[in-house]
């Protein structure tokens, strides 16, 4: 395995490392909890129905944040650490107005019940992900082609309408994104080590792993809510 593996050897070093990871962690909850709180602000009041009924507006919304989550990652680097977290803080936001139409098709306890069941998934294989000595390297591109392939097979149901294609479709999305979740929980550390002496860059690679972990929670949480959610 890599050299991440020997944290524990330096003790200064492990603490920089849970310094790091928590910086993370605490800026994907936090674009979560925009994300949930503008979702929940947007779905009891009027704004759901001019959004859900705007075709136009939607797509633009999807074109940005897709925008941001392309920009963010190819420009990581050359960006500010303040002026990378705005564009994540923006993104939670205009994330949490398409979320809300989720509460146009499911109830809000279903909803409810699948976010803390995403929750408690995800934590489980972020711990899983951080603690295990074994190398999950070699699941990254594995996990990559099974992500391109649900995304094709999904546009391709948008003709097809198939309820079972749709199912299969969200249960191989739940385990890709089960194992995005530990894979990346990995990387994270992997990061850190290679950018252990330059705290500038490890500020902005929070906020990017931030950004990757709260898009596998965001996916994971919604091909959950495809199964078992309880449509209104």
């Known amino acids: 395995m890599k050299r991440g593996l020997n944290s524990f050897e330096n003790p200064s070093l492990a603490l920089a490392l849970q310094s790091f990871v928590q910086k993370t962690y605490a800026w994907m909850v936090g674009g979560l909890l925009i994300s949930g709180l503008t979702a929940v602000f947007v779905a009891s009041s009027s704004m759901i129905e001019y959004i859900a009924y705007n075709p136009g507006l939607l797509i633009f919304l999807f074109l940005v944040e897709l925008g941001l989550v392309f920009f963010l990652s190819a420009r990581i680097m050359s960006l500010k650490a303040s002026t990378a977290g705005l564009l994540f803080v923006i993104y939670s936001f205009l994330n949490g107005l398409t979320l809300s139409l989720i509460f146009l098709v499911y109830t809000a306890t279903s909803i409810q019940n699948v976010f803390f069941t995403t929750a408690a998934l995800f934590a489980a294989m972020s711990f899983y992900g951080y603690t ?46 089960v194992g995005l979740t530990a894979y990346d929980t990995q990387k994270l550390k992997e990061m850190f080590y290679e950018l252990s002496d330059d705290g500038t860059a490890l500020g902005k690679f929070a906020i990017l792993g931030a950004l990757t972990l709260y898009l596998d929670f965001i996916n994971l949480f919604l091909f959950l809510l495809r199964l078992f959610g309880r449509r209104d």
């Open 132 to 177: 295990t000595k074994r190398d999950l390297t070699s699941f990254g591109s594995f996990l990559f082609m099974g992500l391109i392939g649900i995304i094709l097979a999904t546009i391709i149901n948008i003709f097809l309408a198939s309820s079972a294609l749709d199912f299969a479709i969200s249960i191989i999305g739940v385990f890709i994104f």
